[in-house]
């Protein structure tokens, strides 16, 4: 049973540019978080989905910052027209529907030229 | 609203040296806590939890025990490696909920043979 995957590990984006950070939970998991972590910093909440909804995105920026979890493929967090304070580095994490520990994917690190 | 706060480090040990990180935490009803390990350039991987009042998480040789009186959740190790260098990370989820976590700054240990 494969961990949560996450990809790309690195991604390098011009300012004003787009990134989209992909991430598939494990199986049998249903619910999709996303967190943030900027140097030196812990992580912060961005996003909880389920399948084709968000349920809370109470950490997410109000512009530029997007995410899906569609009913087909992979969660899918959009960040449009980055900005040097994107970079950091994005952690997904999924959890059973049953309500069970969460586990983190190995993130994926923008940096932002 | 939920916080957790940690002790600043970083924290230097020789190697063989007693551990303790501090953790408290603030947060409404019964949440469950843990702690995460992130290795250099790695993601986060779950190291311990507790889920109620006296449990007592433990792997790998470290343990932390929930005490909800003093609310806190400090990690042990008795006897610290080099390979335990790595920094960690105090968090909590609230129970019944979603696996929405919270997290605290980190506590980066450096450990010297």
């Known amino acids: 049973n494969a961990g949560v995957m996450q990809n790309p590990r690195h991604l390098v984006r011009r300012r004003g540019q787009e990134a989209r950070l992909r991430c598939s939970p494990m199986?049998?998991?249903?619910?999709v978080y996303w967190y943030r972590q900027l140097p030196e910093e812990g992580l912060k909440f961005m996003v909880y989905?389920?399948?084709?909804?968000?349920?809370?995105e109470s950490g997410m920026p109000k512009e530029r910052f997007s995410a899906e979890f569609p009913k087909e493929g992979p969660s899918i967090l959009r960040i449009q027209q980055v900005v040097r304070g994107d970079s950091a580095a994005y952690f997904c994490a999924s959890s059973p529907p049953t309500g069970g520990s969460a586990f983190f994917g190995q993130g994926t690190r923008l940096t932002v030229v | 609203g939920n916080s957790v706060t940690q002790m600043e480090g970083p924290v230097t040990l020789s190697e063989e040296a007693f551990l303790t990180i501090n953790c408290t935490y603030t947060a409404t009803g019964y949440p469950s806590l843990f702690w995460y390990v992130q290795y250099p350039g790695e993601g986060l991987q779950l190291l311990l939890k507790?889920?109620?009042?006296?449990d007592k998480g433990s792997n790998k040789g470290f343990e932390a025990t929930y005490r909800k009186e003093t609310t806190s959740f400090h990690l042990e190790k008795g006897s610290v490696q080099v390979s335990d260098s790595a920094v960690y990370f105090c968090?909590?989820?609230?129970?019944?909920?979603?696996?929405?976590?919270?997290f605290g700054t980190g506590t980066k240990l450096q450990v010297i043979p």
């Open positions: 507790a889920t109620k009042a006296d």
């Open positions: 968090a909590l989820s609230e129970t019944g909920g979603y696996q929405k976590v919270t």
């Open positions: 989905l389920q399948k084709e909804n968000i349920i809370d």
């Open positions: 199986k049998g998991h249903s619910h």
